[in-house]
């Protein structure tokens, strides 16, 4: 079983950065998918970024990040990242990684194994 914590939030001013981890412990299978949600309170968890781990390279990203946000990863530190540019005050949210066993990224909840327990990121003057 896979254990995923999650680590980097923080406060930020608009237009700043923040790089946030997903740190994977416990043994893993030798491919799956790694997922970015983000959720306010009383709305649905959102999908933000994803991106297979071994096998075939994929990475995705919602619209609402497109340009500013990249996912990415660190195979010897069992690590994602989800770096974060020109953070506006709707980024403001509980941040949380995925994995999903065997089965590549999917933009919907459900289809997750795995959850970390989130970070907050919090956009504001």
């Known amino acids: 079983q896979v254990q995923l914590v999650e680590s980097g939030g923080g406060l930020v001013q608009p237009g700043g950065s923040l790089r946030l981890s997903c740190a994977a412990s416990g043994r893993t299978f030798s491919y799956y998918g790694m997922g970015w949600f983000r959720q306010v309170p009383g709305k649905d968890r959102e999908f933000v970024a994803g991106l297979n781990w071994g096998g075939g390279s994929k990475e995705d990203y919602a619209d609402s990040v497109k340009g500013r946000f990249t996912i990415s990863r660190d195979n010897a530190k069992n690590t994602v990242y989800l770096q974060m540019n020109s953070l506006k005050s709707e980024d403001t949210a509980v941040y949380y990684c995925?994995?999903?066993?065997?089965?590549?990224?999917?933009?919907?909840?459900?289809?997750?194994?795995?959850w970390g327990r989130g970070t907050q990121v919090t956009v504001s003057s």
């Open positions: 995925a994995l999903v066993y065997r089965r590549g990224y999917s933009r919907a909840p459900s289809s997750y194994d795995v």
